[in-house]
Nanobody, 125 residues
């Protein structure tokens, strides 16, 4: 059973930066992909970005491209989400997630088998 624990959330002003961390248990990096999602109040959980376990390739939703960067440290079983130039609309609970090793998709919440508890990010003006 893969366990994921996010940290690093908080409140930041518009234009500021935060780095979220996801501590993963052993076996998490056998996943096809590790993803970050977010859910704002009253909205569905949405894909933010993902990094593929086998290769250091990433993909992002258009709204965060150029501002957010996902990286991983396999030796430490950590995945990171660096968020720069934050906007009000980035306010949400951010979740780390892992797919199964056999998943061939990564964009949908249904692609992921394991989820963290989430960490709140609030961007204020």
């Amino acid at each position: 059973q893969v366990q994921l624990v996010e940290s690093g959330g908080g409140e930041v002003q518009v234009g500021g930066s935060l780095r979220l961390s996801c501590a993963a248990s052993e076996g998490a990096f056998s996943a096809y992909a590790m993803g970050w999602f977010r859910q704002a109040p009253g909205k569905e959980r949405e894909f933010v970005g993902a990094i593929f376990s086998r290769y250091d390739v990433t993909d992002y939703v258009d709204s965060v491209k150029g501002r957010f960067t996902i990286s991983k440290d396999s030796a430490k079983n950590m995945v990171y989400l660096q968020m720069n130039n934050l906007k009000i609309e980035d306010t949400a609970i951010y979740y780390c997630a892992a797919t199964s090793p056999y998943s061939g998709t990564y964009y949908y919440t249904s692609s992921y088998d394991f989820w963290g508890q989430g960490t709140q990010v609030t961007v204020s003006s």
